[in-house]
């Protein structure tokens, strides 16, 4: 089948810039939980994991026999959970990410256990707090959540596309799970472990369309909004030289969505991304999707 290089001017989709003067009116909310009515819920959760950290505390002669301790918890839910109590009595600074990791304690040990608060004032620390200890319980049910807005973003986009074009193939986890990392799409990727959120093929896999990035951004600033648009960049340069260069007519789709878009040069940002690949990059809300995400753009191909 031939597809036209350039789309039909008169069906253009506009940009995601043209919507900017309107920009509330695209973007999703996603419900959360209200204050107080969670401390019940959280209170049942957490006491046990708040309970056993008080328990492993006694048995340690030491913070650093303490991390030790819960390194061997081997229920991951509760060993993660206990690492995350350890980190606020303990050491905040620890990398949260190396804490998960069974292999990284000793490491973690060996560069921050100089700097663990003594044994004796944890303790104090400890049995200075109510039993249930409803502050931390609620602090430990914020990260129950986290990164659930994101795969509400996925599951919902993933129902719309697959209504939309039920003759395409998208995969990718829709909820919690692994990402989907390039050099499982192709082999001979130079940077096998590129992680995407989702693909999409032509009827029978036959060939790659697009790939995808999902975010939704939430209430915050700052460092998200300066370095959210440079490793959008970094990831889009690197899937479309490799397109170019193996001759393949791949897009690219940033599926973005949440009240974060309207803050500060977010939606500027996004545009100017967008903007900078013409026909080769497309920023979407979910609202947009009917609007913007055309089949014809899909199959459009570009130099």
């Known amino acids: 089948m031939e597809y036209p290089t350039e789309p039909d001017t008169s069906q253009r989709a506009k940009r995601f810039a043209d919507y900017k003067s309107e920009a509330s ?15 019940q819920d959280a209170r049942n959760l957490y006491s046990p994991v708040i309970q056993l950290f008080g328990q492993l505390l006694k048995q340690s002669a030491s913070s ?10 081997s229920q991951t839910w509760m060993r993660i959970q206990l690492l995350r ?33 003594p044994i004796p004032e944890v303790q104090k620390a400890y049995n200075s707090r109510p039993t249930p200890d409803e502050a931390l319980c609620a602090l430990l049910w914020e990260y129950k959540d986290r990164g659930k807005k994101g ?20 995969e990718g986890p829709i909820r919690a799970g692994r990402d989907t990392l390039m050099g499982e799409i192709f082999p001979n990727y130079p940077n096998p472990t590129r992680p995407i959120d989702f693909v999409i093929y032509e009827q029978g896999k036959t060939s ?39 001759q393949l007519n791949i897009k690219v789709i940033l599926l973005n969505d949440g009240p974060g878009l309207l803050l500060g040069s977010m939606w500027d940002d ?17 609202r947009m999707v009917p609007e913007r995400l055309q089949l014809a753009w899909l199959h459009t191909r570009t130099s």
Request: proline share 4%; charged share 25%.
């Open 151 to 170: 795969y509400d973003l996925t599951e919902r986009f993933f129902e719309l596309f697959r209504a939309r074009f039920p003759d395409l193939i998208i």
């Open 208 to 246: 790659i369309l697009a790939i995808g990035l999902a975010r939704y951004d939430s209430d915050r600033g700052g460092a998200q909004e300066d370095d959210r648009p440079g490793q959008y960049r970094s990831t889009i340069d690197e899937v479309l030289n490799y397109a170019h260069s193996h």
């Open 270 to 286: 996004y545009s100017k991304l967008e903007d900078s690949y013409p026909n080769k990059v497309m920023v979407l809300t979910l």
């Open 25 to 39: 009116l695209w973007i999703t909310l996603a419900t959360g939980d209200y204050y107080p009515d969670i401390l």
């Open 85 to 117: 109590v350890f980190r606020k009595y303990v050491s905040p600074s620890v990398p949260v990410e190396m804490t998960k990791r069974k292999s990284g304690i000793l490491q973690i040990i060996q560069t921050f256990g100089s700097q663990f608060r």
């Open 64 to 73: 650093q026999e303490l991390l030790l301790r819960i390194s061997e918890i």
